[in-house]
């Protein structure tokens, strides 16, 4: 028992204040076809008190009391060093990964989830809309609410909806209502089914739909709440990132190489690396890997455009990496990384060559799972193994520099709601898929007259 | 902050060495109709190693480096105060509970999973067979065999197997093997699937037909394990109630009034309670709470005799409360209480009065299962909500009396591999079952000419 396999923090060593990346970087506003769109502008969609944080540009942000009790539900969550996968790799590297699987939702998305939904109370709101790709947000804020008292609706984009059945009965356990997007409860999902009966639904739509319920309830008491993308949930989502310095330092690090995590719109990625990028501003050596899949690769071989964040355009534009707000990725498993768009914040670091995104396929994706589940014994949601396969190839390439690098990566969410995919991968019964340059062309015509960043 | 919710330990805080209550316990001799069993007897089922665990009467066992090694890879697990539990009740009790589901396969399983495997493998084995009732057990060892290298064959009751499909998506991906119990591999399967080929499966059944492939082996590599009952489960559990009673004393507490587990075969309970009936046999004043459901109702109902522990007579005889080792519970989703009867040092305590079982009906535990959701924010198991209802219970009692009560419970396991219990709850599509006498008079028949302990 000379090592530690897990470096714990005690409650009273959590972070009390959020990293707020925008401080350090000048990401363009938000735009409507007249110009910059203030914060009043975002009213009917988000509780102003969150607005306010949206648009902050202030370094570090309080951590209200009433978020830190919500959070000490299951926070501070323990780092892991991978000792196991290390020896399977035969690497000199050391590898280390943040355990946000331990939440009840299992994944990390309670952090923002418990915040927004305090501060939508704080604001007199009483009931919340959000969507779900794979179902791990959906869940997160019917958790949240539950928590908290409030009502919960979810539109779950279809193909994961159809295919998960269980996370739908998560959320119900939790008293949130769950339907399957689009939907004939909007306009917004009435338009999509019409022209498309069969379609497998796409995080814009519901994003789309469930944007309608909140900014069309006349009583002012709904509001929408998003699990990515945005500043604030970003800002949220950094607490990851703050104590797993504070346990890097614990283990006796002095610095870290390499940092990686997987980014669908962005935020379990923002979480622990934003606060490693604080560092790098500032003079430190760390390579900041996003990894996303290759059949939805936004950061890869989407332009840097203004674009909308929803299909249905009701959103002000952002600037960002996007493959178009109509593009409706392939059903691959990884639902969470099936978003067109990547979180302005995350958008701009890579536009200023601060991090180095990397796609995969999932054939390498799944492969990467199946070593960790049998060495560090953890089932990774299908979204994770991204990032486990990226440090895989990492830790293979310190082998041969026969360097001893220390590499650091979100373990973002557990498996076990999402085993489908592994059984069809173990029956081989998956391929991959490699987005023609044609169907880039195509779905970035829909931006084609927008103002350019 | 001024309360802290999660009470932890370090690595170098776990208990060194486990208590086993045959020290302080005299517990009938394993029996065959001619008489006392020897240890050498079991060597085609269990290796030597863990032979002379079930045989030892030493009060403490060291833990073994090698285990200590596997047991970090979770362990030691949170202790929670459950505040929001008790203010939604407005209890004057101090509830605690011992969360359990944070292991990677989400119960208390893999404490002896992971120990078997380990002794397995010191005795030279290569591969494990065993069965599984709501799927846990056989997770636990498909993932504590994956981290070792062994081959693992895992016998699942088939009305889980049909119910649960995603535990055995969970063991595959750890690579274990798993087949619907009754199946057509074993001359046990293919007795019951003649006479009732539409049956549900028992626990016992698939014990049989496990320890008939290891067995009948010829290589002489492979060897049975069991989840719960015996006394070296116990004993490998009773790392749980070790650790809590230094977690509660971290919290401040003195004195603990009353401690309540779920119990189907025993093991979770026996883990977290028999290091408090040892405080209890020297003089401390400790109510026991084994819980159970009503529709298998071994403690309550049943009485204490010698019987088998699987249905195909296999296994030498031991002295436990039992509803007969041919009884065949209703299929209610706590698959892992469905067992006929229970472990013989749990039995044993009973029986001299040490502890004060109960029996609760599925109603009452999933709505105890939903409000500690909303509140305390994790999905408890099915078998862990029978806990969860005598927690209430005994809090409400706390209440009448207005007595500061200390009550810790063990958190079993999450339910998020259960769901569809609590969509058939929520629906409103179960009811409750009491088991009619003459079922069970019928069921004692048939060892009405077996020895009397």
Chains 1, 2 share one sequence.
Not at 8 to 13: N, T
Not at 178 to 186: H, Q, R, Y
Not at 282 to 301: F, K, L, Q, W, Y
């Amino acid at each position: 028992m000379a090592r530690n396999r897990k470096i714990y923090l005690r409650e009273d060593e959590m972070p009390r204040q959020w990293y707020n990346l925008a401080a350090d970087l000048k990401t363009p506003p938000y735009m409507s076809p007249d110009g910059a769109v203030p914060p009043e502008a975002w009213a009917p969609v988000f509780p102003m008190n969150l607005v306010e944080q949206e648009y902050s540009t202030e370094r570090w942000i309080d951590i209200p009391e009433g978020v830190m009790e919500l959070l000490t539900r299951w926070r501070p969550s323990p780092l892991h060093r991978a000792y196991d996968l290390e020896e399977a790799l035969g690497t000199p590297a050391r590898i280390y990964y943040k355990n946000e699987s331990l939440s009840p939702a299992g994944s990390h998305k309670p952090n923002t989830a418990v915040t927004q939904a305090w501060y939508n109370k704080e604001f007199g709101i009483k009931r919340l809309t959000t969507e779900t790709g794979a179902g791990q947000w959906g869940s997160a804020l019917s958790f949240a609410c539950s928590l908290i008292g409030l009502e919960c609706k979810v539109f779950m984009v279809r193909i994961s909806f159809d295919q998960k059945p269980f996370r739908k009965l998560m959320m119900q356990t939790w008293g949130g209502i769950c339907v399957a997007s689009p939907s004939n409860e909007t306009q917004a999902g009435k338009a999509i089914l019409e022209k498309d009966p069969d379609t497998p639904g796409s995080l814009g739509i519901a994003i789309s739909e469930a944007i309608e319920q909140a900014v069309t309830d006349k009583s002012g008491q709904t509001r929408y709440s998003l699990g990515s993308v945005t500043n604030f949930v970003c800002l949220h989502q950094t607490v990851i990132g703050l104590e797993t310095k504070k346990q890097l330092e614990k283990a006796g690090e002095k610095k870290v190489d390499i940092v990686i995590g997987c980014a669908g719109g962005g935020s379990n990625f923002a979480g622990l690396s934003f606060p490693f990028l604080y560092d790098k501003m500032n003079g430190a050596d760390i390579d900041i890997i996003p990894v996303e899949p290759s059949s939805c690769p936004t950061m890869t071989r989407g332009p840097y455009v203004y674009d909308n964040g929803d299909t249905a355009e009701m959103v002000p534009l952002v600037a960002m990496y996007s493959l178009g707000h109509k593009f409706i990725p392939p059903p691959i498993h990884a639902g969470g990384l099936r978003y067109h768009g990547m979180s302005p914040l995350v958008s701009k670091a890579i536009k200023d060559g601060l991090m180095s995104p990397l796609a995969l396929h999932q054939l390498e994706c799944y492969k990467a799972g199946i070593l960790f589940s049998k060495t560090e014994g953890i089932i990774p949601a299908p979204e994770t193994t991204h990032a486990i396969a990226a440090t895989i190839r990492e830790a293979n390439k310190a082998k041969e520099e026969g360097k001893e690098k220390v590499i650091v990566f979100n373990f973002s969410g557990h498996g076990l709601m999402d085993l489908a995919g592994y059984d069809k991968y173990l029956a081989g019964e998956l391929t991959d898929y490699e987005l023609p340059d044609e169907v880039i062309r195509e779905n970035l015509k829909v931006i084609e007259n927008y103002p350019k960043p």
